[in-house]
Each structure stands twice: as structure tokens, then as C-alpha cells.
């Protein structure tokens, strides 16, 4: 079965750059299917970032366009986050999971971001 | 961004209950919906798509209904491990978007 882990650093500083890590174990990520970010703010919020696709090919929020980027790694199956000039604002939970017809079936446990001086 | 929004969000309900969600889009949105449960200190599991299917492994006392801008998720004879947040995300084009989740406590 597919699993997915995020790992990263849990503290980052304001104006700095927030990178993190999705490995995947279980299915080969240039095989199908769309790999994706999604983030939860403290209060629960949860917010969709971007994905890069099977084949290499990115989608992102509008609202972070500008500052994100998904990339990959695939002799290591791994994709990850990079986003830039973060604020206390960005504060979350930062989970990688995989859909196609929309929907989220799975996800990782999830990695605690602080961006705080 | 198509807004989604979510009643009640609180729900207070004993093991045996029925209860409702609802979550409303802010266009129409077809069929277009999934339903998740998350559990504190977890991911957030699919348990619906498009807006009725039940994903893999989920109980048939769980049921999703709706399309267009209203739908609805109906938990029958609750147990008690079906208390936690449940959310609605729509999958009608990008971006996806979630309501702001509704927590269900045992009373």
C-alpha cells in the first residue's frame, strides 16, 4: 500500500526559506497519479498548496504562486515543498498527499511547521 | 476560489445517535465532493467522494447526499469512534477547497 512521510526542519525563520520532504514507499510517483501539498493552519484550516504530477508538471494555488515551488526526486522517490519569504502567517501543519479524480486518498501524518524569530 | 461552508461546527451526540453535516458551495459544484474525518493529531481520511461514494473500508453507516451547492453527510448509530473533525472539500477544478470543519463531540 502507498505510504508518504514529510520530513523537514520544525523551525524556520521569517523571511526565510520553509523546505520539506514527501517520501513515498509503496508506488513509483512518475507511475500516476498527482502529488500534492496541503497545509493546516492552527484553528484547522487547511489549505491546498500545489502538486507536481506523474509526469513532472506543476499546479499551484494561486494564492502562492509567486513563492512556492514542487519539485521532485525520482531515483529517491520523493517530491518537495519550497516556500519562500515565509511569515508567521505560514505557521502550520504541513501534510503531502496523493489524488487524481480530486479527492485525497492518502495523506502523511503530517509535519509541524513554526516560522518564529 | 469557490467558498465552502460548513453547519453546525460543533456537534454534541451520544453512541447510538444519528447526526447531519451539511456543507454548502458557493456555486454549483455538481457532484463534485468529498468528505473527510480527522481525528486530534492525525491526517485527515477520505471517507466520501464524489459527494456519495464511499471510499474503500468505510461504514455503510456513514452516507453522503447532495449536488449542486448543497450536500450532506448523515453518520447513522454513531460509535464512539466516529467522534473528531470532519471536512468538505470540493473537486470541481483547482484550486480544491475545504470548509472550515465541523467537530463532533460525545455528549
Known amino acids: 500500500d502507498v505510504q508518504l512521510q514529510e520530513s523537514g526542519p520544525g523551525l524556520v525563520k521569517p523571511s526565510q526559506s520553509l523546505s520539506l520532504t514527501c517520501s513515498v514507499t509503496?508506488?513509483?510517483?512518475?507511475?500516476?497519479?498527482?502529488w500534492n501539498w496541503i497545509r493546516q493552519f492552527p484553528g484547522n484550516k487547511l489549505e491546498w498548496m500545489g502538486y507536481i504530477s506523474y509526469d513532472g508538471s506543476n499546479n499551484y494555488n494561486p494564492s502562492l504562486k509567486n513563492r512556492i515551488s514542487i519539485t521532485r526526486d525520482t531515483s529517491k522517490n520523493q517530491f518537495f515543498l519550497k516556500l519562500n519569504s515565509v511569515t508567521t502567517e505560514d505557521t502550520a501543519t504541513y501534510y503531502c498527499?496523493?489524488?487524481?479524480?480530486?479527492?485525497?486518498?492518502?495523506w502523511g501524518q503530517g509535519t509541524l511547521v513554526t516560522v518564529s524569530a | 476560489d469557490i467558498q465552502m461552508t460548513q453547519s453546525p461546527a460543533s456537534l454534541s451526540a451520544s453512541v447510538g445517535e444519528t447526526v447531519t453535516i451539511t456543507c454548502r458551495a458557493s456555486e454549483n459544484i455538481y457532484s463534485y465532493l468529498a468528505w473527510y474525518q480527522q481525528k486530534q493529531g492525525k491526517s485527515p481520511q477520505l471517507l466520501v467522494y464524489?459527494?456519495?461514494t464511499l471510499a474503500e473500508g468505510v461504514p455503510s453507516r456513514f452516507s453522503g447526499s447532495g449536488s449542486g451547492t448543497q450536500f450532506s453527510l448523515k453518520i447513522n448509530s454513531l460509535q464512539p469512534e466516529d467522534f473528531g473533525s470532519y471536512y468538505c472539500q470540493h473537486h470541481y477544478g483547482t484550486p480544491p477547497t475545504f470548509g472550515g470543519g465541523t467537530k463532533l463531540e460525545i455528549k
Open positions: 498527499a496523493r489524488n487524481w479524480d480530486g479527492w485525497f486518498a492518502y
Open positions: 509503496g508506488y513509483s510517483i512518475t507511475s500516476g497519479y498527482y
Open positions: 464524489n459527494a456519495k
